[in-house]
């Protein structure tokens, strides 16, 4: 399974139109990134697959190549269940989350509330003009735990929503990775209500 998240990041901001869902905590992600991929410098579009792979989308053999091989890596399970929005605070996501135990070090498990589809209209800059579509566009991203050697993760979660987020258009991935940000070693996902 293929899980995606698109994580948009805040330096196209001062072109005289701000990305409402850009965050600085999203360029710091990547410009780890670069440091742990040893690229020279971020640029967007990016495509960063398990943790360790960077792709260029001009190269679609090399895309198609990157992720079946990430299709045929092992990974540790990462359930998610009785992921709902509450229903008397509509702002409240709760899930219960469990992974199995990490099979070396260990890692931090990271909660990624996402929505499913994101519309734009650029007022100004590079994009100026254009109506874009986005999918699974990261809100917000949490660690809420570790996942110790030997040891699986079972815990029930608590996320709060933006005002306004429709319910229906959020999805919540969960995933194992280690510090790093480095390898992913599992993931998960699953849609509001289901």
């Known amino acids: ?23 600085s905590l999203l360029t710091e992600r990547q410009s780890s990134y670069e ?5 020279s410098t971020p640029y967007t579009p990016q495509i960063i697959v398990d943790g360790t792979s960077e792709l260029h989308i001009s190269d679609p053999q090399q895309v198609e190549s990157t992720l079946r ?23 409240v996501l709760r899930a219960h989350v469990e992974t199995d135990a990490a099979p070396d070090h260990g890692a931090d498990v990271l909660a990624a509330v996402a929505l499913d589809r994101v519309e734009s209209q650029v ?17 917000q991203l949490t660690k809420i735990g570790k ?12 996320l709060k929503l933006k005002p306004g987020t429709d319910p229906k258009n ?5 995933f194992v990775q280690q510090p790093g940000p480095g390898r ?11």
Not at 1 to 23: A, K
Not at 147 to 158: C, E, M, N, P
């Open 69 to 91: 091989k990430a299709a045929t890596t092992d990974k540790i399970a990462v359930r998610l269940e009785n992921v709902s929005v509450d229903a008397g605070d509509p702002s």
């Open 170 to 174: 959020v999805r919540l991935v969960v």
């Open 123 to 139: 007022l100004h800059g590079e994009n100026g003009g254009r109506h874009l579509t986005h999918v699974a566009v990261v809100q």
């Open 1 to 23: 399974m293929l899980i995606v998240l698109s994580e948009h990041v805040d330096y196209w901001d001062h072109d005289g139109w701000r990305d409402p869902n850009s965050s």
């Open 147 to 158: 996942v110790s050697k030997g040891k699986a993760f079972s815990q029930d979660i608590q």
């Open 35 to 39: 440091h742990a991929l040893g690229a």
């Open 184 to 194: 992913l070693l599992g993931a998960g996902m699953r849609k509001a209500g289901s």
